[in-house]
């Protein structure tokens, strides 16, 4: 899915947050978004911010991974020439990679062709200590994605900070902008396992996804889930029972999530290909009833 509106809206709700890690300041200026079109050939792209603080400009781009059309080093290089060109100030460029990857790209940091080079910042989020985001509400999204020797506990201490956000409309917003950013790092059912899936409809920032039709990306991804979870229930009931009537294969196909917990627990009792046709047949008599 594109992460793009959530890191917008984390961005653009809490600009001197962001400003204050990267820049490592206590910053009291008043902060400005730059339009993200510049002059000469248009050129916008996602996950892209221009913070203007004092007499800097802060230009963030935020990517899940390194492979890009132009270049992410070229890219910098022009994005510095048209702000420079057009602000004459100083600029400060930070990439942040979000998807953990050993690819070479992310560890590249400059541009350099010839006579020309042009250096700039590169985080990756995956190596960066989690306590770093737990300071202020607004990166509790990128805290679930830094680095952990246990995963789960930092998803589960990240729930329970969370859960401490006084405002409601605060914590419902963070509660969304983690879980979906979680996304990219773990399972769908473990995230349901410490975050209220019902707050995101409550959510200003989830509501603004769904209008921009990201929502379907969302679906997707869920969809996604899903088939993978009916194909490993398929692979297990094969092992232990041999090929599986289509028409039944189908059925399972149509289950919940629940449903499909339950059927990869109960499954280990089944000695035939009946036990299974039995189970399903009492899993539609529950629904109906």
């Given amino acids: 899915m594109s992460y793009d509106s959530i890191l917008k809206f ?7 947050v962001f400003v204050n ?4 300041t206590n910053v009291e200026q008043e902060i400005t978004i730059l339009n993200i079109e510049l002059n000469l050939e248009p050129i916008r792209a996602d996950g892209l911010f221009f913070l ?12 899940t991974s390194p492979q890009s059309k132009p270049p992410i080093p070229l890219r910098m290089l022009d994005y510095w020439v048209r702000l420079y060109r057009q602000y004459e100030t100083d600029i400060e460029q930070v990439v942040i ?10 560890f590249i940091n400059e541009f350099r062709q010839e006579n020309t080079s042009h250096r700039y ?36 201490q990240i729930a329970d900070e969370v859960a401490k956000i006084n405002d409601k409309r605060e914590r419902n917003n963070v509660s969304t902008c983690v879980q979906l950013l979680a996304g990219i790092k773990f399972d769908l059912s473990l995230i349901n396992l410490y975050f209220r899936e019902d707050i995101m409809q409550e959510s200003v920032v989830y509501n603004k996804i769904i209008e921009k039709g990201i929502q379907q990306g969302i679906q997707q991804g869920i969809q996604e889930t899903k088939i993978y979870e009916v194909q490993l229930i398929l692979r297990l009931l094969k092992k232990r029972l041999g090929n599986i009537n ?6 399972i196909g149509n ?19 009946s036990d299974l046709s039995n189970w399903l047949q009492s899993s539609d008599s529950h629904i109906d009833s």
């Fill in 52 to 63: 203007t603080v004092a007499d800097k400009i802060l230009h963030l781009e935020f990517q």
């Fill in 246 to 251: 289509p028409q039944l294969q189908n059925k």
């Fill in 121 to 156: 910042r590169v985080i990756r989020i995956w190596e960066e200590n989690p306590e770093l985001f737990l300071k202020s509400p607004a990166l509790y999204p990128l805290a679930v994605l830094a680095k952990s020797d246990n995963p789960e506990q930092l998803l589960q």
């Fill in 255 to 273: 289950l919940s999530f629940e449903e499909l917990e339950n059927l990869g627990e109960d499954l280990l009792d089944f000695q035939n290909e």
């Fill in 21 to 24: 890690w990267l820049l490592n």
């Fill in 97 to 106: 990679y979000l998807k953990p990857s050993t690819l070479p790209d992310v």
């Fill in 10 to 16: 984390l961005v653009e709700d809490s600009p001197e």
